[in-house]
């Protein structure tokens, strides 16, 4: 178990460029557009917006300050719209947006992050742009198969441009499960939903119970993909930390191999780490900080 938790243990506050815009990855820009859910997840990994912890850089973007940064920084590709839930923004800072990167050309995409079209698909919709002329990506976050209800298949079918992903925080006592999770990916697949991301849990305060080490994680995720063909499994097992995205590829021995998928350094993605396979959380030390604490 990780000695200390936190609100942010991943940093996020360093990341931050503007008030609710960060800028970790080079081709990614995060926006900040709303601090509230249909539903708080007990298990969220910012539940600092709902702790009380006021926080200056944790503030919904400004819009005209926001499009200004992405229109300076033509490396950036893509603009992930997140939260708090997505669907929940205010409608006429979205709108905004919108306007605003569809006149830019470095943009390729767009990224709705939402659980709540999850919980209440019809509602939801209603909220999501139509007929927009960049890439749009629905990310939704989804733990178990039971949740994929047909009301939610009717909205994905009424989108035909858009692309719907899938994203599951691996919790321990609620997915944990090989066949559970082949299921979702089957299920997704059928809902024209892709797998993306399967996320080791971030061990901020309140989220002890959910926690799995890597290698119970690696068993799961392993063991699910051990049960889909090539087409349903294209998910990645990953964690997000301070210094990147690290995707855990393997076991050997006591060891659990994680390999750089995205880092904040451009400069460190493809390369490997070796870790404690009992260990929950795993960064790149700080200086005089042992990296299997």
Same mark, same amino acid.
């Given at each position: 178990?990780?000695?200390?938790?936190?609100?942010?243990?991943?940093?996020?506050?360093?990341?931050?460029?503007?008030?609710?815009?960060?800028?970790?990855?080079?081709?990614?820009?995060?926006?900040?557009?709303?601090?509230?859910?249909?539903?708080?997840?007990?298990?969220?990994?910012?539940?600092?917006?709902f702790e009380g912890?006021?926080?200056?850089?944790?503030?919904?973007?400004?819009?005209?300050?926001?499009?200004?940064?992405?229109?300076?920084?033509?490396?950036?590709?893509?603009?992930?719209?997140?939260?708090? /839930?997505?669907?929940?923004a205010a409608p006429?800072?979205? =709108?905004?947006?919108?306007?605003?990167?569809?006149?830019?050309?470095?943009?390729?995409?767009?990224?709705?992050?939402?659980?709540?079209?999850?919980?209440?698909?019809?509602?939801?919709?209603?909220?999501?742009?139509?007929?927009?002329?960049?890439?749009?990506?629905?990310?939704?976050?989804?733990?178990?198969?039971?949740?994929?209800?047909?009301?939610?298949?009717?909205?994905?079918?009424?989108?035909?441009?858009?692309?719907?992903?899938?994203?599951?925080?691996?919790? =321990?006592?609620?997915? /944990?499960?090989?066949?559970?999770?082949?299921?979702?990916?089957?299920?997704?697949?059928?809902?024209?939903?892709?797998?993306?991301?399967?996320?080791?849990?971030?061990?901020?305060?309140?989220?002890?119970?959910?926690?799995?080490?890597?290698?119970?994680?690696?068993?799961?995720?392993?063991?699910?993909?051990?049960?889909?063909?090539?087409?349903?499994?294209?998910?990645?097992?990953?964690?997000?930390?301070?210094?990147?995205?690290?995707?855990?590829?393997?076991? /050997?021995?006591?060891?659990?191999?994680?390999?750089?998928?995205?880092?904040? /350094?451009?400069?460190?993605?493809?390369?490997?780490?070796?870790?404690?396979?009992?260990?929950?959380?795993?960064?790149?030390?700080?200086?005089?900080?042992?990296?299997?604490?």
């Amino acid at each position: 178990m990780p000695k200390e938790l936190g609100y942010d243990v991943s940093d996020e506050s360093r990341n931050y460029v503007i008030p609710g815009m960060q800028h970790k990855y080079r081709e990614t820009a995060l926006a900040v557009i709303s601090q509230d859910c249909h539903v708080t997840c007990d298990w969220c990994f910012r539940k600092r917006l709902f702790e009380g912890e006021d926080l200056e850089h944790d503030a919904i973007i400004d819009p005209a300050e926001a499009l200004a940064y992405i229109r300076e920084h033509s490396e950036i590709r893509s603009v992930l719209m997140t939260g708090g /839930d997505a669907l929940l923004a205010a409608p006429e800072l979205v =709108r905004e947006m919108l306007d605003g990167i569809a006149e830019m050309k470095h943009i390729h995409n767009v990224r709705f992050g939402t659980r709540a079209l999850v919980h209440d698909p019809y509602f939801y919709a209603a909220r999501l742009p139509n007929h927009y002329c960049k890439t749009v990506y629905v990310v939704l976050h989804i733990l178990r198969p039971e949740e994929l209800r047909e009301p939610l298949r009717d909205v994905v079918d009424s989108f035909p441009r858009y692309q719907f992903l899938v994203q599951t925080p691996l919790l =321990r006592g609620i997915n /944990d499960d090989s066949q559970l999770l082949a299921d979702l990916w089957h299920k997704c697949c059928e809902f024209r939903i892709k797998p993306y991301y399967v996320f080791q849990c971030r061990p901020v305060k309140g989220n002890e119970k959910y926690l799995l080490t890597f290698k119970e994680g690696h068993e799961i995720f392993a063991g699910a993909q051990n049960r889909c063909t090539g087409v349903v499994k294209p998910a990645r097992y990953v964690m997000s930390s301070r210094s990147g995205k690290w995707e855990i590829v393997g076991r /050997d021995s006591g060891e659990i191999i994680l390999r750089c998928h995205q880092g904040a /350094d451009p400069n460190m993605a493809g390369t490997l780490r070796r870790v404690s396979a009992n260990l929950h959380w795993w960064d790149l030390p700080r200086p005089h900080e042992n990296p299997d604490s």
